[in-house]
């Protein structure tokens, strides 16, 4: 039988990911010294006072699907603030520390989890342009789904949040499509018990993608310029799951890069994934760093990964737009 509910409230019992709990606690440090006493307010219930993030920064279309709200974090992590989250022109910029969601609409000084989109996107494909070239080794540019629609706690980042990884202390189902910067991508599914999940692409021992293939002056894909992403969730002939396809394609290239995730030891029949994807989840931009970022664009066990230390110089804001949905 399918798991009934993808949002766990009871997280801080689930194992997590080691490298990532180290990640976490480094960055609460950073934050304790950099914005202690800065800011009004906690993150202890739905309604935040005297952050500066504006919660509704605007609204874009969805092709095939209409006209959708963003819903901006005022906290990144329990009592780490977020930074802000733009939208021009129909552009989504995560500014550093910046989380937003899609919404079907947004109400200003409140979070309610049934205002978050629930893209059904089981058997469809969803289209998009990033730009991501100022994100060097240590910057993380993500595009992924979360089954925040379905969350009703309220979490500690006080917005209904959840993942895989328990970053609010709570847990969902949590599939990435992009955690990528200009030399790194990586695509990952995760089932909510599943910190690390199943990846592929390139960098910190990744497979999928080439250095030939991706990277400034790249062969398919030149992260100095924008480029296309489709994510694909084909179905079986009994309507289940059969995978996740990702494809980068940029204007001007002889060929394309990508990944496919066809098998997944915990979920081997993608019951969960074809739950959650049927159900519909919640499209999440952000952009974020680390020093410790190695798991993302490290050398890896082979030694053929782009970065042999993570700076974490990041500079301008990622830009996500040109949103689509298509039927396979």
């Not at 934050?31 to 605007?58: F, H, I, K, M, R």
């Not at 109400?107 to 969803?126: E, P, R, V």
């Not at 629609?149 to 970053?167: F, G, I, L, M, T």
């Not at 496919?260 to 952000?286: K, N, Q």
Request: proline share 5%; net charge negative.
């Amino acid at each position: 039988l399918l798991k009934a509910s993808p949002c766990a409230a009871s997280s801080r019992d689930c194992p997590r990911d080691p490298h990532l709990v180290a990640v976490m606690a480094s960055l609460r440090s950073v934050a304790t010294a950099v914005v202690a006493g800065s800011l009004v307010g906690g993150a202890g219930g739905q309604s935040v006072v005297g952050t500066v993030v504006d919660q509704c920064p605007g609204s874009l279309n969805l092709a095939g699907y209409g006209n959708v709200s963003l819903v901006a974090t005022q906290w990144n992590m329990p009592d780490f603030p977020a930074g802000p989250v733009q939208a021009l022109g129909g552009s989504v910029l995560p500014n550093m520390w910046g989380r937003a969601y899609f919404a079907d609409s947004c109400t200003a000084g409140q979070y309610d989890n049934t205002q978050y989109l629930a893209l059904k996107l089981l058997g469809k494909k969803l289209t998009y342009t990033t730009e991501l070239s100022q994100g060097g080794c240590g910057c993380n540019a993500a595009m992924y789904l979360v089954s925040m629609r379905q969350c009703a706690d309220v979490s500690q980042c006080s917005d209904h949040y959840c993942d895989a990884n328990s970053v609010c202390d709570v847990r969902c189902v949590e599939i990435d499509i992009q955690e990528a910067n200009r030399y790194a991508w990586h695509s990952t599914l995760h089932t909510a018990e599943d910190g690390v999940g199943v990846s592929a692409g390139y960098g910190g021992g990744a497979v999928g993608i080439s250095a030939e293939d991706y990277g400034p002056g790249g062969r398919c894909v030149d992260t100095s310029r924008p480029f296309q992403v489709s994510v694909a969730f084909p179905v079986n002939a009994t309507g289940w799951l059969s995978g996740m396809e990702v494809t980068l394609s940029q204007v001007g290239t002889p060929c394309t890069a990508g990944v496919l995730l066809g098998s997944y030891s915990e979920d081997p029949e993608f019951e969960v994934l074809t739950r959650a994807l049927a159900e519909g989840m919640t499209p999440v931009m952000s952009y974020w760093k680390s020093t410790d970022m190695l798991w993302l664009d490290g050398r890896g066990p082979n030694g053929d990964g782009p970065c042999e230390e993570d700076t974490a110089l990041c500079g301008a804001a990622p830009q996500f737009y040109n949103f689509r949905v298509d039927d396979l």
